[in-house]
């Protein structure tokens, strides 16, 4: 009975290793696609804006705005020039084309049409601009009047999907509302799927889908990709998914759009990994132990969120892969925890320290489904703390302890620090579950304090820190802080002094600004 038990297994093992040309069909954001998107006669109704008035940040904004300039209150530092741009999901429903009294809608803030947005701060004045980007999912969603995130071959048997696999073109999914880069002489906006798409930074037309100029292919691409200063060189990693999937990491010149493998590693069950660390000499994912196992989406009807399984028992991993051989050093044990983001990483050649906000297990996924964001009784908003992770190198070890208590998401530092030691974060927080981020935080790593930018009604999007000109300290600088004010339903662009986090100025926008995920500021 054996050699049949390995002819069927090693046959199985090819089928499934060929199966996984159809995963370029659906994969896509963690967050995105991951639910059933069905028509709805009435959009999603936010009932509580008067105990929930951050929902005003997660609906469609139908105005369009072309260098629009803004009222100022207080006083923009003249040496503050360049642009600020952002990116989030803009619009949440679309009519269908048959009945326009149906519409089709997001079930996840996440699914959202990726919207653009340009702040131009120029001589102590800011001007504003807006544009829905044209990706092929918006434009598909357009003609057929149906917003529907690719499945996984939803419906079909196995068989079915089988066949699909070697015949059906891949769909690209495009949704590019999570983060904004610069590679080589191209603006791009990114999700977590190897499919930038290029737009001009003045204008916010959509241009084209970047296409690499390599023949590296994966499935799950990370959209926090580590720019090292030193090396004039990006990092980045992205998962092939198969009967035996990879971890491949890989560098691109500055500018370049030629992707290098540096490293590729092997895994029968990858992690979600929304970001991975990079310090001066080694490259660490954190794999939390939220997981799939990719043969599984050959035999269910499940959308693909519903694949991945939260197993706490197995701890979170963190695997060093050195920069410059590729070769991997180790993998490094600690408690379970999940996490989105890296606040920033370091090492002395002997230990690695990775700062990381945590979370106990993934409830702020679902945290998002406008089912729970519609009900008070439902809507919860898990809180990150603040914890540093210093792997020894030489052991095995991973001491652990916590920085901060306090809340903190969508952290930012000053970037001239990314990879070294430094001293302080910037981040969105908030005090109560039932609240949308509502301030802006700053802790300081060395004395384990904080400070915040608060008002009342008002909600908080990533903070970003600009160095003042020739500044020798690391705090040095301004923050800005796309904010709305959701008692004037209006947004406005926040400035912050990130020494004293006192507020200098804000420029207002006449409506409101869905809430955005990332962007950067791009000097003069």
């Known amino acids: 009975m054996k050699k049949p038990i390995i002819i069927i297994s090693t046959l199985f093992g090819a089928i499934a290793a060929g199966i996984f040309i159809y995963v370029d069909t659906p994969i896509s954001s963690i967050f995105q696609s991951f639910v059933v998107i069905k028509k709805h006669t009435h959009k999603h109704s936010f009932t509580n804006i008067d105990t929930m008035p951050f929902s005003i940040g997660f609906t469609t904004l139908n105005e369009k705005s072309k260098n629009k300039e803004l009222t100022i209150q207080g006083k923009i530092p003249t040496w503050l020039s360049g642009t600020l741009l952002r990116v989030g999901p803009g619009k949440f429903e679309i009519k269908d084309n048959d009945n326009n009294s149906e519409v089709s809608q997001a079930d996840h803030w996440l699914d959202g049409f990726s919207m653009a947005h340009r702040f131009e701060i120029k001589k102590g004045k800011v001007s504003y601009s807006n544009k829905l980007l044209k990706s092929h999912y918006y434009k598909k969603a357009k003609k057929t009047g149906i917003l529907e995130p690719p499945q996984i071959n939803k419906g079909k048997s196995f068989i079915g999907r089988l066949a699909s696999s070697f015949s059906t073109p891949k769909q690209l999914y495009d949704n590019v509302n999570v983060n904004i880069l610069k590679y080589g002489d191209h603006c791009v906006a990114v999700t977590e799927t190897p499919t930038p798409l290029a737009f001009d930074p003045n204008t916010l037309k959509t ?243 904080h400070c915040h930018w608060h008002q009342a009604g008002c909600y908080t999007t990533e903070p970003i820190f600009v160095a003042k000109p020739g500044a020798k300290e690391e705090d040095d600088g301004i923050l800005l802080s796309v904010v709305l004010d959701a008692h004037k339903k209006q947004s406005f662009l926040l400035v912050l002094n990130a020494k004293t986090m006192k507020e200098l100025a804000r420029a207002s926008v006449e409506h409101h600004i869905p809430f955005t995920m990332h962007g950067q500021f791009y000097h003069s």
């Open 207 to 449: 241009i084209e889908s970047l296409k690499f100029k390599d023949k590296l292919g994966g499935h799950f691409c990370c959209a926090h990709p580590q720019f090292d200063s030193k090396k004039q060189q990006w990092y980045n990693y992205f998962i092939s998914y198969g009967n035996t999937s990879s971890y491949v990491i890989y560098t691109m010149d500055k500018k370049s759009i030629t992707r290098k493998k540096l490293a590729s590693i092997s895994v029968k069950r990858p992690g979600y990994m929304h970001s991975f660390a990079s310090t001066d000499n080694y490259v660490v994912l954190t794999e939390v132990p939220f997981t799939i196992k990719p043969i599984d989406l050959l035999f269910g009807k499940k959308t693909f969120l519903e694949y991945f399984k939260w197993e706490p028992n197995k701890g979170t991993r963190f695997i060093v892969i050195d920069k410059n051989s590729g070769k991997k050093i180790g993998d490094y044990k600690t408690d379970a925890f999940f996490s989105l983001h890296h606040i920033n990483a370091f090492d002395n050649k002997e230990t690695i320290t990775l700062d990381i906000p945590t979370y106990q297990d993934t409830s702020v996924i679902n945290a998002y489904h406008f089912n729970n964001l519609c009900d008070k009784k439902r809507c919860s908003f898990p809180r990150a703390k603040f914890e540093r992770f210093v792997i020894n190198l030489g052991g095995k070890s991973v001491d652990r302890k916590t920085i901060s208590e306090e809340n903190i998401e969508m952290p930012r530092i000053n970037d001239k620090c990314n990879g070294c030691a430094y001293r302080y974060a910037y981040g969105t927080s908030h005090e109560n579950q039932d609240s949308f981020a509502d301030s802006i935080i700053k802790i300081d790593a060395h004395k384990k304090s």
